[in-house]
């Protein structure tokens, strides 16, 4: 085959490394943001960690900057190489975190109690480092042997771990490293005095009628324990007593037991007006360090000449400062789409921020907002995707605050929302011995003037997290 050469022209787009960078920081949120500023003062030598100031970063950067614009730094006003995200009354406040035992460590400390030898005590430790988060230990006991042959070099047995893992169920909190829910919940029944009628038939019920409990086939359950429905209503009581996961009853963990979440922007709402703000409490504040445009300007000779010496290390500087500019450049821009953006939905969501009230939710989805701030739907995504606004009456997940449009028979379009909550009001005041079924909710709704298939009644019960009918049955 014959090489050839031709020309081809086409039109292609492609993003640049600043537009790249810029894209990054505005899907941080404000936690993730505070550490990639750091991370890019330790990479970046010419970036400074600035005192909180109240001047307001006005002026563009450069795209493109000369040395004889760095020349002329030492005349330009210091916000000029700076971000401000502060006002006046913000005060640094220092965020004290603990970290407490977890709940591995809570338990192999309770084995030092136990008289076990230094073999039977190592394996324990590694069967104690097998069991996850919830409590559970999900893993075979045959393959948790291979690992220990493999990785700690002792040869063991099914058989032994079987006996080492009956010690780690008499420890706390009860129910610790069940492999499944009837085990767990019989562990927690153990560790309970039989003192009472109620709890021996909730032991009873567990021990040989796991399936059908869990199917909810109360009637069934009834006539074979032959117990009256009182009776079995307080052994219900008294399963439901326990915990499905044992793993949540250790809370001296720290941050990954107890999760909290910082918002990205702060509203308030007095005397009906509101006050929107971007929380930048613990972000830190960066500029240019004044010392290297002096090094700049010590290599450059009084005709603008640089010596060939001085050239190399000339590049490398400025190359640095055109970064850090950039980089503060994208973080300005970053808080002014987000402050946009969500003075954008504030605006189009403002009945609903005065309240709360999630039935006074408009249906609002990325393209409407997108029109709104002339910004790409992308963008808005990016913008409300992880990020959280604190208000009087609680703390919101953006991503929450949109959702389709439905259409009532009178032809007024509706928020999903509504829907939500009217269902999850049904649900709430039905009858629990005779639940509705998806096709009974979906004749409700219709009857109410809202047009929904069961299909999309099914859909929102499962967002709302509500189990079938079946599954809801009490007695």
Known sequence: MAISQRQIQRMQQTLSPQQIQMIKLLELPTMQLEQRIKQEIEENIVLEENERSSEEDADELPQQISVDEYLREDETPSYKSRINNYSKDDKQRPVYLT???????????????????EHDMRLTVYLIGSIDEDGYLRRDLESVADDIAFTVGIETSAEELERLLKIVHELEPAGIGARNLRECLLLQMEQLPMNSRSRRLARKILTGYFEEFVKKHYEKLIARLQVSEEDFREAIA????????????????????????????????????????????????????????????????????????????????????????WFISAIKQRHDTLMRTMQ????????????????????????????????????????????????????ILLKSLFSEAMQTDSGEEVSSYEIKNLLQKCIDEEDKRHPLTDETLMDILNAKGYRIARRTVAKYREMLGIPVARLRKQI
């Open 99 to 117: 970290e407490g035992r977890s709940l591995q460590e809570y338990l192999v400390e309770q084995l030092g109690y136990r008289n076990l030898s």
């Open 238 to 325: 008294e399963i439901r007593r326990l915990s499905p996961k044992p793993g949540n009853l250790y809370t001296e963990g720290g941050t990954d037991t107890t999760p909290y979440i910082i918002p990205d922007f702060l509203l308030d709402y007095q005397e009906g007006q509101f006050q929107l703000s971007l929380n930048s409490s613990n972000v830190p504040e960066v500029r240019v360090n004044r010392r290297y445009v002096e090094m700049i300007r010590d290599m450059v000779t009084s005709n603008g000449s640089v010596h060939e010496k001085d050239r190399e290390a000339l590049q490398f500087v400025k190359s640095k400062i055109d970064s850090a500019k």
């Open 344 to 395: 954008t939905i504030l605006d189009y969501q403002q009945e609903y921020f005065k309240d709360g009230d999630q039935s006074k939710l408009r249906p609002m989805i990325l393209k409407d907002i997108a029109d709104r701030t002339g910004l790409d739907v992308s963008t808005i995504s990016r913008v409300v995707n992880s990020k959280y606004v604190q208000t009087q009456f609680g703390i």
